[in-house]
């Protein structure tokens, strides 16, 4: 485990460049960097800002899932953005968010996760990374986003009631890794997909729809159920041009337009 928490001045040279350099906010603990982050966002907060933690004492997942915090274990951090971006184009954020998270997991230890749609991320079938997208938008636009990433990374063990649903880098690798420099890569990851959608959104959300039929295997041939909707069950066929997940279901095809995403038990 690491000895200290992380070196901010360090930090901040390595983002030198991105939009996040100069705009960190790091709390050796928090209720929840998600929940300081979309009300820093209402109180005028800038483009940029990062809220991270060593702990929180109320980290939350989608819906009214928690999201374990313990200190020095893992990543915990939100980042609050302005996108030019209207309101229903906000899940091409997330989806971005998720392959960020990905490729940063795979520059630092060459694990390649799996994305669970629309950005849970995997190894087998045990998660280690959770994403939360929030925000405050009009009609026409949106006001602010926030984007809280958490990712396990020092956790030697599970409680029995987790321990075949979650994982961390430690009980995959055998070894501890280095948060700060998961940090950095993440944050470098996440300021390339915000500009290449900001800059060329169209030819960006279709990079992003390719990338993820490479990185996940959830997205074709997966026999899954849709959590609280019933009769939405049946094997996955790819993304649909906004990005949703569809399902063959004994209806038809079906659009998956939120919830959780689960493989059907005796699925491989």
């Known amino acids: 485990m690491e000895s200290s928490a992380f070196d901010l001045p360090a930090l901040d040279h390595a983002l030198a460049g991105t939009r996040f350099a100069g705009k ?3 709390f ?3 209720h929840s960097t998600s929940t300081h982050a979309m009300a820093q966002g209402e109180a ?3 483009d940029g800002t990062v809220y991270f933690a060593d702990e929180q004492t109320a980290g939350r997942g989608r819906g009214a899932h928690a999201w374990a915090s313990p200190p020095g274990s893992g990543l915990y951090v939100s980042v609050l953005l302005r996108p030019q971006l209207a309101p229903a184009d906000v899940l091409w954020m997330s989806l971005a968010a998720g392959l960020a998270v990905h490729d940063a997991i795979r520059a630092l230890t060459s694990l390649e996760a799996d994305l669970r749609w629309p950005n849970d991320l995997l ?3 045990r998660k280690f990374s959770g994403i939360l997208t929030e925000l405050n938008a009009e009609v026409t636009r949106v006001r602010y986003l926030v984007i809280g ?3 396990n990374v020092h956790q030697p063990a599970f409680p029995d009631e987790l321990k075949d649903l979650a994982t961390s880098l430690h009980i995959e690798t055998g070894r501890d890794w280095p948060r700060q420099e998961l940090l ?3 944050l470098k990851a996440i300021d390339r997909e915000v500009n290449a959608l900001t800059i060329s959104t169209s030819e960006a959300q279709q990079e992003i729809l390719r990338r993820l039929e490479r990185a996940s295997s959830w997205v074709r041939g997966k026999q899954v159920y849709v959590e609280n909707q019933p009769g939405m069950e049946g094997v996955t066929e790819g993304l649909d041009p906004r990005g949703f997940l569809q399902i063959r279901t004994a209806n038809g095809l079906r659009t998956v337009l939120s919830g ?3 493989e059907q038990k005796g699925s491989r």
């Open 24 to 26: 960190l906010e790091f």
């Open 28 to 30: 050796p603990t928090i």
């Open 44 to 46: 005028g907060a800038e």
């Open 123 to 125: 190894f087998g079938k």
């Open 149 to 151: 990433i958490g990712i």
């Open 184 to 186: 950095a890569l993440l």
């Open 260 to 262: 959780g995403v689960r």
